[in-house]
């Protein structure tokens, strides 16, 4: 499954954070692979949404899920046209 953070303006709860919501992927026998900016993720602004990320991708692992992350222009200034650059990026299979 992939999980391709597309972008969230709104407050908290923008990743799943709840493990009993993702308590039955573990049954799945499927792997996760979370490609995310650091627009989003390394946002000191909006510090909630690295936050909720990271234990989303932690509360996978615990639960025994195979998890792959990609920050996208990992070594650039976060900035929104990076961002969504990602999109394009992501079609192209970057």
Known sequence: ???LDGGHSGG?????????AMK???HLDIKVYIHVTPYQVLCNSRPWIGK??????????KLGVD????????DEPASLEMHFAVLKEFKQGA
Do not use: D, G, Q
Not at 52 to 57: L, N, S
């Open 67 to 74: 998890v792959t992350r990609k920050i996208y222009h990992e």
């Open 52 to 61: 909720e990320e990271k234990v989303f991708r932690e509360t996978l692992k």
């Open 12 to 20: 908290s709860n923008t990743w799943v954070t709840k493990e009993a």
């Open 1 to 3: 499954m992939y999980w």
């Open 24 to 26: 039955p992927l573990k």
